[in-house]
């Protein structure tokens, strides 16, 4: 029945392929294969309890660490950090250089507001992959969030220097100058994050939050608009544009 599941889900006949997985774990509950292919099956239905259910059956007769990574993220999707945050440490303690459960982890500390945890995830994965850049540049967001901005812009200068097209890290380098009020090099940082994705609206917010506290409000204003088209549901653009229309409206 799992091999005749398989054949229906090449042929796109998904509601014969989960009768075939459900006929094949009821004449055998420990089939390991049909239990996973039902949980893929459901997750891309989006049918997460059903999802979840068949990844616990499945790591329950053989643990493995992608299987607890994919509970893992079920659980984050529904809002369950600390059993997120549980199956992502067994996939880890599976296979401590499974890189994406560590990315996985370090999320979840975070949104949990554990910061610390979160960081030393992303110093690991950096320890695995000493030339992950996209590490460096969340961990840099991190220490930005813990206000350990000297730390951040050490970082996040060292990967502007051995990756200089990366966008994100100009955002952050410009939030970091913006912060300090250093104005002159967080228009260069934003500037450059926009030249090299233009569609970063991440990028634009903040080139227009420099043009506004320059007072330069014409050039705010357009860069707080091309954040909204490019995201609608921007909440900083939104409401940096509406603050700086009171106060134009004001004056």
């Known amino acids: 029945y799992y091999i005749l599941g398989v054949a229906y889900e090449k042929k796109q ?16 509950a420990q ?19 059903k999802a979840l259910n068949e990844y616990l059956l499945a790591a329950a007769i053989k643990p493995q660490a992608a299987l607890f990574n994919n509970i893992g993220r079920i659980y984050f999707q529904q809002g369950k950090r600390k059993e997120a945050i549980q199956h992502f440490q067994k996939a880890i303690k599976e296979d401590p250089n499974f890189i994406t459960a560590h990315q996985n982890l370090a999320i979840a500390y975070r949104a949990n507001g554990d910061l610390e945890r979160a960081a030393a995830q992303w110093r690991e994965i950096i320890r695995l992959q000493p030339n992950n850049m996209n590490a460096r540049v969340e961990l840099a967001d991190v220490l930005i969030e813990m206000k350990r901005l000297d730390d951040a812009i050490q970082l996040c200068r060292e990967v502007a220097t051995k990756a200089p097209r990366n966008a994100a890290v100009h955002v952050l380098l410009g939030y970091i100058y913006y912060t300090r009020n250093n104005l002159g090099l967080a228009e260069q940082a934003y500037k450059k994050a926009t030249e090299l994705e233009p569609n970063n609206a991440d990028a634009w917010n903040g080139l227009g939050a420099v043009y506004h506290r320059l007072r330069k409000f014409k050039e705010a ?3 707080y608009q091309k954040a909204l088209k490019i995201d609608p549901n921007h909440e900083m653009a939104k409401s940096n544009l509406e603050r700086l229309r009171r106060s134009l409206s004001g004056r």
């Open 13 to 28: 006949r998904i509601p014969d392929a989960e009768r075939a997985y459900k006929q094949a774990v009821q004449l055998n």
């Open 31 to 49: 089939y390991w294969d049909a239990h996973v292919a039902l949980a893929e099956l459901y997750e891309r239905r989006q049918q997460w309890d």
């Open 221 to 223: 204003e357009q860069c």
